[in-house]
């Protein structure tokens, strides 16, 4: 019987583990949000840049927002639409959105 709970807590323990990573992601994401609703930027960046780097879509796009538009970082265009992209990719509606509206304006510009 004893055999039997250790395999089923070896087998358990990943599983736990993911949902503790996932809980630690979603209170990041979150704080971040906070931050950035209430002024915060550059404290919203320091949280959401190691999610995006991770692959959060939803973090992805906010850095991306935020270089785009000069939110808590100097402005950089390339690389808020380089995050931006990459949330799209994940088919992250409000970044396919942004993007399309970033893209139409480019074409705006250029006749």
């Given at each position: 019987m004893k055999q039997l709970y250790h395999v089923l807590f070896?087998?358990?323990?990943?599983?736990l583990s993911a949902c503790n990573s996932s809980l630690a992601?979603?209170?990041?994401?979150?704080?971040?949000?906070?931050?950035?609703?209430?002024?915060?930027?550059?404290?919203?960046?320091?949280?959401?840049?190691?999610?995006?780097?991770?692959?959060?879509?939803?973090?992805?796009?906010?850095?991306?927002?935020?270089?785009?538009?000069?939110?808590?970082?100097a402005q950089d265009t390339d690389v808020g639409y380089f995050w931006i992209k990459r949330a799209t990719e994940q088919h992250y509606e409000p970044a396919q959105k942004a993007l399309e509206m970033i893209d139409n304006n480019k074409n705006k510009t250029k006749r």
């Open positions: 070896l087998f358990l323990l990943p599983i992601i979603t209170s990041e994401l979150q704080q971040g949000k906070r931050s950035f609703e209430t002024g915060y930027y550059k404290s919203a960046m320091h949280d959401l840049l190691p999610l995006a780097t991770n692959g959060v879509a939803e973090a992805q796009y906010a850095v991306g927002y935020m270089y785009y538009y000069g939110y808590g970082v």
